[in-house]
């Protein structure tokens, strides 16, 4: 398995433009937050949903990389949790998070136009997993945090 390093130094190269990186410190952790949304919106087996389903296998490959990085998007995922939750008690929760699903997708390839790059999960699919974390790491490092 690749390291951490690794991993960023790679997503580092299609992430330059200021623009860009502006864009992707708003919509990386939006579309994270999307996914959870519509998660939990779809029909599941157990009274949870799905949105804690999933977030198990995407918490232990965190884990693998980063403890200190795996304990942030453990709250940041749990936050996106109870976000939802409480919306779901008062409005269906599917329109609000297709919504910002698609126009944080719309602004991250408006960024990657600006670069002139393709995104990175053109090349490998766990860039997805990736991304909410480099943005994460970078909060992480201008709080002087230890990944």
Not at 100 to 108: E, G, R, S, T, Y
Not at 112 to 122: D, I, L, N, V
């Given at each position: 398995?690749?390291?951490?390093?690794?991993?960023?130094?790679?997503?580092?190269?299609?992430?330059?433009?200021?623009?860009?990186?502006?864009?992707?410190?708003?919509?990386?952790?939006?579309?994270?937050?999307?996914?959870?949304?519509?998660?939990?919106?779809?029909?599941?087996?157990?009274?949870?949903?799905?949105?804690?389903?999933?977030?198990?296998?995407?918490?232990?490959?965190?884990?693998?990389?980063?403890?200190?990085?795996?304990?942030?998007?453990?709250?940041?995922?749990?936050?996106?949790?109870?976000?939802?939750?409480?919306?779901?008690?008062?409005?269906?929760?599917?329109?609000?998070?297709?919504?910002?699903?698609?126009?944080?997708?719309?602004?991250?390839?408006?960024?990657?136009r600006w670069e002139g790059r393709r995104p990175a999960f053109f090349t490998d699919l766990q860039f997805l997993l990736i991304?909410?974390?480099?943005?994460?790491?970078?909060?992480?490092?201008?709080?002087?945090?230890?990944?």
């Amino acid at each position: 398995m690749k390291s951490i390093d690794t991993w960023f130094a790679a997503y580092a190269t299609c992430h330059s433009h200021p623009g860009n990186l502006a864009i992707h410190k708003v919509a990386v952790p939006g579309i994270y937050l999307s996914v959870i949304g519509l998660l939990q919106a779809l029909p599941a087996p157990v009274g949870a949903g799905w949105g804690p389903l999933i977030a198990i296998p995407v918490l232990l490959f965190y884990l693998r990389l980063s403890f200190s990085l795996c304990v942030g998007m453990a709250l940041f995922t749990a936050a996106g949790l109870w976000l939802w939750q409480g919306m779901a008690a008062v409005s269906p929760i599917w329109p609000w998070a297709l919504t910002l699903f698609v126009l944080l997708w719309l602004a991250q390839f408006i960024g990657h136009r600006w670069e002139g790059r393709r995104p990175a999960f053109f090349t490998d699919l766990q860039f997805l997993l990736i991304g909410p974390l480099w943005v994460l790491a970078g909060l992480y490092r201008r709080l002087r945090i230890p990944y």
